[in-house]
């Protein structure tokens, strides 16, 4: 059974850091592609950063030069390091990836961006 699982979210101030884990069990993480997505208040889901098996990246604008995606493969666990985090990165962070013929989502991490 694949569960995803995150963590790291929190409360911190403007111009802060946050680094979020993505936990994988029950599959061997490095064969499939992960992302982050994100959803503020009364805004619809969005794609944030998403690393493919080997290794390669992508990032929505919004976030670019800020945030950085990575994985280690050793420990199943994919990350999400937020820097010069802004007010408007308030959202709900989750990881998704899909495996086999399943699309799987975690639970999901609060961030709080607020003086």
């Known amino acids: 059974q694949v569960q995803l699982v995150e963590s790291g979210g929190g409360l911190v101030q403007p111009g802060g850091s946050l680094r979020l884990s993505c936990l994988a069990s029950g599959t061997i993480f490095r064969s499939y592609s992960v992302a982050w997505h994100r959803q503020g208040p009364g805004k619809q889901r969005e794609s944030v950063a998403r690393?493919?098996?080997?290794?390669?990246?992508n990032y929505a604008d919004s976030v670019k030069g800020r945030f950085t995606i990575s994985r280690d493969n050793a420990k199943n666990t994919v990350y999400l390091q937020m820097n010069s985090l802004k007010p408007e990165d308030t959202a709900v962070y989750y990881c998704n990836s899909y495996i086999g013929s399943t699309n799987y989502w975690g639970q999901g991490t609060q961030v709080t961006v607020s003086s």
């Open positions: 690393i493919g098996s080997g290794g390669s990246t």
